[in-house]
C-alpha cells in the first residue's frame, strides 16, 4: 500500500509517530512558568530511570554535538583521549583540537572495535583527563564494548568517561550510575524517534565538580548552568518546547511498553535484518560479537549498485534506506531497526528490499 510520505530506515533521522507529531502541536508555555516547570520536572524521573542515574538529566536545544563539544570544553583540563572508530568517533578529534584542548588519539580501523585493553595501554602513558567514546558507532555499525571499558577507567580515577550514546539510547540497557559513567548523552532523531533539535545528557556529581574549576565553558553549553537551571526545573536558555512535548509522549511510549519489552523488541528486529544479510549472501560490516544492536552496517560484498537499488526502492516503496557514510559509500548500506518498528514493518521493508534488489 503507496504511504503518503517516505518512510526512513536511515540510522537517524527515522520515522516519527503521528502521535509524537500530534503531542508537538500543544500550546506554547513560557519557559520560565510553572506549565513549563510541570512539564520539565513531570518527565524528570522517567528520564533518570532511562539514564539509570540518581543524577538530573539536562535538556540540551542544540543536536547531539552541541553536547559532545560540550562535554571537551567543561571537562578537560589537561588531556583528553578520543577513541576513534568511525565518521562520529573521528570528528570528535578535531572537535577537541578546534576548542583548543589538548588531544590524543586511540585509533582502530573503521569497522573493528574499540577495546579495554587499548584505552588501558593508551591512558597508562599518563596525562589524560577524560575519554570520548562512542558506544554504537553509527557510521560503521560497530557496539564497543562499553562495560569492559567501563571497568578498565576505574583504574584511572581522575580520568572523566564521556559516552556518546546517539545511536544506542533506550534500545538496550546502558545504566549510567552502575557502569560510572561521567558523561552519558543522546540525541532526539535517532533511537528516541523524535524529530531532530534537542539533546539529552546526565553529567555525574564528580564530573560536575571538575566542571566548576575548568575555565572557559562557555555558556551555551555549560555545565553548572545546566546544574543551576535544573535545580527548578528549567533550562539555561529557551529549550525547543514542542520536542519537550515530544519527548514526554514517547516517555509515555516508552514506560507502557516496558524498557525490557522495548530491549528485547530492538534485538528481535535487529536478528530478524541479520537473517535475511545472510539469506542475501551478504556479509556484515562488523565482526561477530561487536554489531549494533540497533542498526546494521552491511558489506557491500555482492558489489551491487546500492545507489540505484535506493533509488528504485524509494520509487516503488516509498522506503530509504542508508547507501554507506563517507567513505564507505557503496561498500556498505546501513537498516536502522531503531523507534517504533514491529515485525511487520521490518518484514515490509525487507519485503520492498527484495522485491528491489534486482533491476
Ligand atoms: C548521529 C550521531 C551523532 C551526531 O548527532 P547530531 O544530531 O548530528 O549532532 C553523534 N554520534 C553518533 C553516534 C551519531 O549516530
Request: glycine letters at 8%; hydrophobic letters at 40%; a negative charge.
Amino acid at each position: 500500500m503507496p504511504r503518503s510520505h517516505v518512510k526512513l530506515f536511515i540510522p537517524g533521522p527515522i520515522e516519527v509517530s503521528e502521535k509524537t507529531y500530534r503531542a508537538m502541536t500543544e500550546p506554547m508555555i513560557g519557559h520560565r512558568s510553572g506549565d513549563f516547570k510541570a512539564l520539565y520536572g513531570g518527565i524528570q524521573p522517567k528520564l533518570q530511570e532511562l539514564f539509570g542515574t540518581k543524577r538530573p538529566v539536562f535538556l540540551s536545544t542544540s543536536s547531539a554535538w552541541g553536547v559532545m563539544e560540550g562535554s571537551i570544553r567543561n571537562l578537560v583540563g589537561k588531556k583528553v583521549l578520543n577513541c576513534m572508530c568511525g565518521a562520529f568517533s573521528d570528528k570528535w578529534f578535531d572537535v577537541s583540537k578546534r576548542v583548543g584542548k589538548a588531544a590524543d588519539t586511540l585509533q582502530v580501523e573503521w569497522g573493528k572495535p574499540v577495546l579495554p585493553e587499548q584505552i588501558e595501554a593508551k591512558l597508562s602513558e599518563g596525562g589524560f583527563d577524560a575519554v570520548t567514546l562512542i558506544h554504537n558507532e553509527t557510521s560503521t555499525g560497530v557496539r564497543s564494548p562499553l562495560p569492559e571499558i567501563a571497568e578498565v577507567m576505574k583504574k584511572f580515577p581522575d580520568v572523566m568517561l564521556i559516552v556518546d550514546t546517539v545511536s544506542s539510547f533506550s534500545t538496550e540497557s546502558i545504566p549510567m550510575d552502575e557502569l560510572g559513567i561521567d558523561v552519558l548523552l543522546t540525541g532526539s532523531q535517532k533511537a528516541l524517534a523524535l524529530p531532530p533539535g534537542l539533546a539529552l545528557f546526565s553529567v555525574s556529581e564528580r564530573a560536575m565538580e571538575r566542571a566548576k574549576t575548568i575555565e572557559g565553558r562557555g555558556y551555551y553549553f555549560d555545565f553548572v548552568e545546566f546544574a543551576k537551571n535544573q535545580e527548578q526545573d528549567m533550562t539555561p536558555s529557551t529549550p525547543v518546547i514542542p520536542l519537550i512535548y515530544a519527548l514526554r509522549s514517547k516517555l509515555e511510549d516508552i514506560f507502557s511498553e516496558g524498557l525490557e519489552n522495548r530491549f528485547a523488541r530492538h534485538k528481535k528486529l535487529n536478528s530478524i535484518v541479520h537473517e535475511w544479510v545472510k539469506s542475501k549472501g551478504f556479509e556484515f560490516f562488523a565482526p561477530e560479537g561487536y554489531r549494533s544492536l540497533s542498526l546494521t552496517c552491511v558489506a557491500n560484498n555482492r558489489d551491487v549498485d546500492v545507489a540505484a537499488w535506493i533509488k528504485r526502492l524509494r520509487e516503488k516503496h516509498q522506503f530509504v534506506i542508508d547507501g554507506g557514510y563517507g567513505k564507505l559509500k557503496g561498500k556498505t548500506f546501513r537498516i536502522s531497526n531503531m523507534g517504533d518498528e514491529t515485525e511487520e514493518t521490518i518484514g515490509e521493508l525487507l519485503a520492498a528490499l527484495d522485491d528491489t534488489l534486482e533491476a
